[in-house]
């Protein structure tokens, strides 16, 4: 790719799977590059918060260390009323293939309980955050107690899609 990419233009030009892989190439774990499609996700308008969060996503599955200077303020983000699905899903997504510092563990337990206990929140939603909880506690035993206790009372009502991974987490906590 050219020197004169312009990652804002190449949000906008298209939301596909394809357009979204090509930015992740470009971004490759270079840490400016990702300084730049936060700056794009942390401050654009809403279409641009959207795409860019699937994008940041992608970027910190392949090179989870990229995260650690940005996690509050994606957590923060993923917090925010109003925020758009994609935002959430993508946010907590990430957040699966992050090895979350203690001093940020609260935060993110905090937004994944939430996430579970609200009604209106989306199926995968719900069930990344479920995942993040597990991996918190391994490091914080503690917390076992009240996930499963979460996910239990979600298992009778909820999809195919909660029951299967409440299962799966329920297990991996026992």
Request: glycine share 4%; with cysteine.
């Amino acid at each position: 790719m050219a020197i004169s990419f312009d990652l804002e233009s190449e949000i906008l030009k298209e939301h596909s799977k394809r357009q979204t892989v090509k930015i992740v190439s470009w971004i490759n774990g270079d840490e400016t590059r990702f300084a730049q499609l936060m700056q794009q996700f942390l401050c654009g308008e809403p279409r641009i918060v959207q795409r860019s969060s699937w994008i940041v996503s992608l970027c910190i599955e392949n090179h989870p260390s990229l995260i650690k200077p940005w996690l509050s303020k994606i957590v923060k983000r993923a917090g925010e009323k109003n925020i758009h699905n994609a935002v959430k899903r993508n946010v907590v997504r990430a957040l699966q293939f992050v090895d979350i510092p203690r001093s940020q563990q609260g935060r993110a337990a905090n937004l994944c309980f939430y996430f579970l206990q609200n009604v209106g929140e989306p199926v995968a939603v719900k069930a990344f955050s479920m995942t993040v909880l597990a991996n918190i506690a391994v490091q914080e035993p503690d917390l076992k107690q009240e996930i499963k206790l979460v996910i239990e009372q979600m298992l009778p009502y909820g999809s195919a899609g909660i029951q299967s991974r409440g299962r799966k987490v329920l297990k991996q906590l026992s």
